[in-house]
């Protein structure tokens, strides 16, 4: 299963569909190094250094046990832009695309919190956790 940042920010968080995350967490997840950029981001935003966020969710085993943290590969670049004409209708920014793109690379499906991705048809499954 691959994560989006908003499944990952609602495991985490314990907010509504959280639970769904934790479920698809069985026996773990991957999630994109750029999709990380972003929880990292809202995690440190009033708590601090994102270096300390990223350390305390590899000590509580949620990044590196639960979650795999997949590089962005040049592949993934390519399709990133490849989807942007495909997912403009809906607003998809680059971390979304980037997500996509690993799915698309892995072969797995996609774990969400954003509706709008049902509205994109791109070869992936998407799964709503809320």
Known sequence: MILDASALLAYVLDEPGGQAVRLALVPAGTMSSVNLTEVLER??????????????????????????????????????????????HVGLSLADRACLALARRTGEAVLTADSAWSEVQVGVEVRQIR
């Open 43 to 88: 995690l440190a935003t009033g708590r601090g250094d994102p270096a300390q966020v990223l350390d305390e969710l590899r000590r509580t085993g949620v990044v590196g046990t639960a979650i795999h943290v997949e590089p962005f590969l040049a592949e993934d670049a390519v399709d990133c832009a490849i989807l942007r004409p495909l997912t403009r």
